[in-house]
């Protein structure tokens, strides 16, 4: 059987506004607004805890690729390359002029 009720969120903020209304000797208005920011304070919370409590996702099997977002420069003739894609999430840095480049920190 189907509550009649759209949603116990509801329901508990209007028994909250009620009990506001009396214990804090306020207008309904208040009582309502309080009730109110005090229940989207909490659902935010509860999906703040919520979020923590996802597990880490496995890690990719061995030979996938992943995102990466790196650039690299030559420092002997200043050419630079942009990796996007690698088999690991730290890859050894690619080789120019028979030297390895150095990685360029992202600006942002």
Known sequence: MKSRFASPFIVALLVG????RFVADTSWWRAGIAVLVAGLMLRVGWMMIG???RPVPDPL???????VK??????????EVRMTV???????PPRHCLEDMDVVAPVE
């Open 51 to 53: 979020g923590l409590a």
């Open 17 to 20: 506004t009620v009990v506001v």
């Open 70 to 79: 790196l650039t690299y420069r030559c420092s002997i003739c200043g050419a």
């Open 86 to 92: 690698a088999a690991r999430d730290d890859p050894e």
């Open 61 to 67: 099997a061995p030979g996938e690729l992943r995102k």
